[in-house]
């Protein structure tokens, strides 16, 4: 068998000073002398036919030839970590950490007797949830931040079960004067200021839904939307999972759109990767699919 000539530990350099666009950053980004760096670097460029990075200024660019090999390199070093990764969930019993990502969209309150029944079968695991929006809820699991994700879309790659439906719906309080008619058209509807949730992802801004209001505030979660929209401040669009013990003591009001106005939208139930989920990650996912679709 021929043994590669070049190591792990070169690919690594050469990515962190593309990744980081620059030795000192990416010297710093993997802990190492700027010199070693350098080195690694230098002896991959000698080792290859073509050189993959040449120096342009005091920034180090690309070359044709190493754009093709940045991908392929990018690819060897995720699948060394994923086999350490897979070696490290053999040698566990079961996880110290699950964690899960869960859309806004859906009340934590819901997932009280999954994560009760989880916590008597493993009760040494902790459990971290991140409360996500948006395009951060697709963020959580493309970045393998979460090993579960409760999300609206499934990104191309990975599979996910639908486990809910939200439907979504236009309150107010009940002293707003857009209530001073029986119902409002789209067009009156964007006079008054509207309440939008803010996308907790940090690299892709993402809108959805009704968003024509002349005038808009923006918050972090649902829970302030309605503080804000019983304060009379606002309307928004909401969950009816959301709002729905308020409509029904009075204290939201559900506005009539003329024309109507319908809006559900999907859960999933995802893996990060479920061929490295340990036995503690399993089985939640295994219980919240059984408790959310039941």
């Given at each position: ?11 690594l ?14 010297a710093?980004?993997?802990?190492k002398?700027?010199?070693?760096v350098?080195?690694a670097?230098s ?15 005091r920034?180090?660019?690309l070359?044709a030839e190493?754009?093709?090999?940045y991908?392929?390199?990018s ?5 060394a970590?994923?086999m ?8 566990l019993?079961?996880e ?8 806004v ?11 009760e ?16 929006s ?17 999300g609206?879309?499934?990104?191309v790659?990975f ?9 979504m ?12 008619q ?10 008054y200021?509207?309440?939008v ?9 993402q ?9 808009r ?5 649902f ?23 308020a ?7 559900q ?7 319908s ?5 999933y ?11 503690a ?13 039941g």
């Open positions: 068998m021929k043994l590669p000539r070049i190591g792990l530990d070169q690919w350099a050469f990515k962190a000073v593309v990744d980081c666009g620059s030795y000192s950053l990416a710093e980004a993997l802990n002398s700027q010199s070693s350098s080195y670097v002896r991959l460029n000698d080792q290859l036919p073509r050189p993959v990075l040449e120096v342009v200024g920034k180090a660019e070359t190493g754009e093709v090999l991908r392929h390199a690819q060897l070093i995720k699948q970590q994923t350490e990764e897979l070696a490290r969930s053999m040698a019993e079961f110290a950490e699950v964690t899960l990502a869960l859309d969209l859906l009340e934590i309150s819901q997932l009280s007797c999954s994560l029944t989880f916590s008597h079968r493993f009760p040494h695991t902790r459990v971290r949830i991140l409360e996500t948006l395009s951060g809820t697709q963020e959580a699991l493309l970045e393998r931040q979460a090993n579960l994700v409760i609206a879309s499934v990104p790659g599979h996910g079960e639908q486990v809910r439906t939200v439907k719906i236009p309150v107010a309080s009940p002293d707003h004067p857009i209530f001073q029986e119902t409002v058209s789209e067009l009156e509807l964007k006079s200021r509207q309440v949730l803010r996308d907790s992802g940090q690299r892709t801004q809108d959805s839904g009704w968003l024509e209001a002349e005038q505030w923006t918050v972090s979660h829970s302030s939307s309605i503080s804000v929209i019983k304060a009379g401040l606002a309307f928004g669009f909401l969950p009816l999972n959301w709002v729905q013990t409509l029904e003591h009075g204290s939201l009001r506005i009539a759109i003329s024309g109507g106005y809006r559900t939208i999907p859960l139930l995802m893996h990060a990767n479920r061929e490295l989920a340990g036995p990650t399993r089985a939640l996912g295994d219980i919240l699919q059984q408790d959310l679709t």
